[in-house]
Nanobody, 124 residues
């Protein structure tokens, strides 16, 4: 059974930094594409960053230069380093895993496995 457990969510002031972690189990880490998605209250879930099964990272234009996605294969853990956070980035951040082609990485419905999320609050 695939399990994804996010941690590291917190409240942080605008301009601050957080690192989210996603501990995984139940599958061969590195064989799936992995992604970070966020969902603000009343909004659709959107892709933030992803790593495909070849290990190539990508981030959305809205976070480029501020967020970095990485993974530690030995620890079977996915990370999202978030710097210069903005108030509009408050929301639940989810880790996802699946057999997803690179051009589909921003699409939440293409991922079959999800964690429960980590709450990030950036007050205005």
């Amino acid at each position: 059974e695939v399990q994804l457990v996010e941690s590291g969510g917190a409240q942080v002031q605008p301009g601050g930094s957080l690192r989210l972690s996603c501990a995984t189990s139940g599958f061969l880490f590195g064989s799936y594409s992995m992604g970070w998605f966020r969902q603000a209250p009343g909004k659709y879930r959107e892709g933030v960053a992803a790593i495909d099964a070849d290990g190539t990272p990508s981030v959305s234009d809205s976070v480029k230069g501020r967020f970095t996605i990485s993974q530690d294969n030995a620890k079977k853990t996915l990370y999202l380093q978030m710097n210069s956070l903005k108030p509009g980035e408050t929301g639940m951040y989810y880790c996802a895993a699946g057999r997803v082609e690179w051009w589909q990485l921003p699409v939440p419905s293409k991922f079959g496995n999800w964690g429960r999320g980590a709450q990030v609050n950036v007050p205005s």
